[in-house]
């Protein structure tokens, strides 16, 4: 069995991703979206651009990721010969040598010197008597399955100081996308600093990340180390012993896996809980340690069996949400007072307003306004769309020329993305601020109207999810936010005006979705 920095990646993120990776059917994997293909080349662009910025003067080895075992041969041989920098390199242990670097670097946590973030080494002496335990049991059981552990840390830096090379040794740099030191970066920057010392016979001085802004961050090896340690020993004894995870679907975390569809299968067939909106994995775990694992199970026990450790609010929303999907219908919300309706705006025009984004350029390329005519019964779509990235500018003014048109208008959008947007956008080109704080005050937020005066049968409570329930469809097979931002960068690349076509059609089905929303909130509200 081979274990990659990347399985430990995504064993930190969901143990179920890595078990399925190591042993699921291939068959039941997803197609890659383009999305995630998407973020990839942005990677490798990120990269690319802090090793020219940062003028590293790089040797690569010949061989392929794929041919790891070359790979890693010809890596041990360039930091014998003392190359200063290494990208693209291949670290490979085998299990003695896992044992071994494990042994040094606890014998000596505190030379890993170097910078670090803070962090207090107040973990290790409470694990100290779990590691034993893990290291002779977990780790021992997967030997006699020939472990190979693998990393390939972004760069490997020469530096000063004594090895089994000579005067000089190795430090891991890891350059990533991400805009702030995630846990699960730390985790992997610790896993290379054990492997290098394995390598080169001392502990590095350091494990470096180097983020989105090519800002640096030195991670604390000495806190690190353990919890990467005790976190190995754990995936292994997953892997090794067969210990399939049980399905929990989170879907901002699991959309772009590939085994989405495959967990999400199982998960509707066993009404599991994580399909509740509001479930989160410390509450469904606190669920069903009480013996409550489905959604009929939760809509009838008595509310008062589970509110010592979950507020009783939370316990009666959910209860809700379990009631609204058991039955398929829509319900009042319990802590919605009669008294206190829901009151619309009641004007012969309306506006309805989503917007589309590029988060990797900063940039709403697409401002999307539908103007309603309720007295002439009639509407008219306005795509104000920057086919460039610079002319965001001009649809800015474009947008604020025609909601000054309709001064009138309550503007309905979903989300606060539109509110931050717009003063993101006023500060950026200098909007005065009392033109906005107009603008703001016609804002109606129809989510956060759903959400406080309505639990619906659905999973999540975006527009696609509440739309789609009330009987709204969008005309382009499988858009999405995400996709809107592939079709743009492909028209950016291409100049294909047909991916314009398909963000247009898509950004006024999300306009026209929101009136059907609006319209079908008000005649519920209406009539319960």
Not at 140 to 152: D, R, S
Request: one cysteine or more; a negative charge.
């Amino acid at each position: 069995m081979i274990l990659t920095d990347e399985l430990l990646l995504n064993y930190k993120r969901c143990r179920r991703r890595t078990y399925l990776d190591v042993h699921g059917n291939p068959q039941q994997r997803d197609p890659e979206k383009e999305f995630l293909l998407k973020l990839r080349r942005e990677s490798q662009t990120h990269i690319n651009n802090v090793l020219l910025a940062r003028s590293f003067v790089y040797q690569k080895p010949l061989g392929s990721w794929r041919n790891w075992s070359l790979n890693a041969r010809q890596t041990k041989i360039m930091m014998q010969q003392g190359v200063d920098c290494i990208y693209g390199g291949v670290l490979a242990l085998n299990f003695t040598d896992w044992q071994s670097a494990t042994k040094l670097v606890n014998s000596d946590p505190s030379g890993s010197g170097g910078q670090h973030s803070g962090e207090t080494p107040e973990l290790r002496p409470h694990l100290e008597a779990k590691k034993e335990t893990l290291l002779t049991h977990n780790l021992t059981e997967a030997a006699g399955n020939k472990l190979t552990f693998l990393a390939k840390p972004t760069l490997l830096i020469k530096v000063a100081g004594k090895s089994n090379f000579g005067d000089w040794s190795y430090v891991p740099v890891n350059i990533k996308l991400g805009r702030r030191p995630k846990s699960e970066y730390k985790l992997i920057a610790a896993f290379h600093a054990q492997m290098l010392a394995a390598i080169q016979g001392t502990i590095p001085a350091n494990s470096q990340l180097i983020l989105r802004r090519q800002d640096s961050y030195f991670v604390n090896l000495e806190y690190w180390l353990p919890k990467m340690q005790t976190t190995v020993a754990d995936c292994i004894a997953m892997l090794t012993e067969l210990d399939e995870p049980e399905v929990f679907i989170s879907r901002q975390r699991c959309n772009l896996c590939h085994w989405y569809n495959h967990c999400y299968d199982i998960a509707k067939s066993q009404q599991h809980l994580s399909l509740i909106p509001g479930v989160t994995p410390k509450r469904y775990e606190y669920l069903s340690s009480q013996g409550i694992e489905t959604v009929e199970y939760l809509a009838k026990i008595n509310s008062s069996l589970v509110n010592e450790a979950i507020d009783e609010d939370i316990i009666n929303q959910l209860q809700q949400q379990a009631h609204s999907i058991l039955h398929d219908r829509a319900i009042l919300k319990s802590t919605h007072k009669l008294a206190n309706r829901l009151e619309f705006p009641n004007n012969a025009l309306e506006l309805y307003f989503d917007i589309e984004a590029e988060p990797e350029l900063n940039l709403d390329y697409l401002l999307g306004v539908l103007l309603v005519d309720r007295q002439n019964n009639t509407e008219v779509f306005y795509p104000l769309l920057a086919e460039k990235p610079e002319d965001e500018g001009i649809i800015w003014q474009q947008f604020l020329n025609l909601v000054t048109r309709y001064s009138d208008a309550p503007i309905f959008h979903f989300s606060e993305y539109e509110v931050d947007a717009i003063k993101r956008l006023a500060r950026l080109y200098g909007t005065p601020k009392t033109e906005i704080k107009i603008l703001l005050s016609r804002l109606v937020d129809l989510h956060h109207l759903v959400t406080e005066s309505i639990v619906l049968p659905v999973e999540s409570y975006s527009l696609k999810s509440l739309a789609n329930w009330i009987g709204f469809e969008w005309r382009e097979q499988g858009a999405s936010g995400e996709q809107s931002v592939c079709w743009y960068d492909r028209w950016l690349k291409t100049s294909d005006r047909s991916s314009l076509t398909s963000i247009l059609r898509y950004n006024e089905d999300d306009c026209r979705a929101t009136r059907y929303l609006k319209d079908w909130l008000v005649n519920f509200l209406e009539l319960d």
